[in-house]
């Protein structure tokens, strides 16, 4: 089977706190759930690069080069990467209203309350927000 969605994710990292996205009730994909900005990835484009761009265009920040890859998911037609962002210029602001209706930093336990777009969440956030083996 070919992978038809090739998605970056966006994990957006401050002290104990991580950026979450609320997804409108009316998307198609994963309505009505907490996840982390991102989105296809377009031709020629790497994980980074769309993980910067998909800031830009839903958060109106300009990501710096400073990132790390955390991990890839490849499951059916999906391939997605998570990338933490290390350093970024301005205010994550919500600039793409027709895809998320709050924005909200949110600690371990906070985001552990939410309503996540996937079962596997709680176990990357653990090892972002806790560090590994937690």
């Known amino acids: ?13 401050d002290g104990h706190r991580v950026l979450m996205c609320h997804r409108r009730a009316d998307r198609t994909w994963y309505p009505d759930v907490w996840d ?22 839903e958060l109106g920040i300009e990501v710096a080069a400073a990132h790390e890859e955390l991990g890839r998911w490849v499951e059916g037609d999906e391939d997605i990467t998570f990338v933490r962002l290390l350093s970024w210029d ?16 949110v600690t371990l336990a906070e985001a552990l309350e939410l309503t996540l777009a996937d079962p596997r969440y709680p176990d990357l956030l ?5 560090g590994p083996g937690v």
Do not use: I
């Open 1 to 13: 089977m070919s992978v038809e969605h090739r998605v970056a994710v966006a994990v957006l990292v």
């Open 36 to 57: 982390f900005p991102g989105g296809h990835l377009e031709d020629g484009e790497t994980a980074v690069d769309a993980a910067r761009r998909e800031c830009r265009e």
């Open 90 to 105: 301005g205010t994550p602001r919500n600039v793409a209203p027709e895809e998320h209706d709050d924005l909200r930093w």
């Open 126 to 130: 653990r090892r972002v927000l806790v």
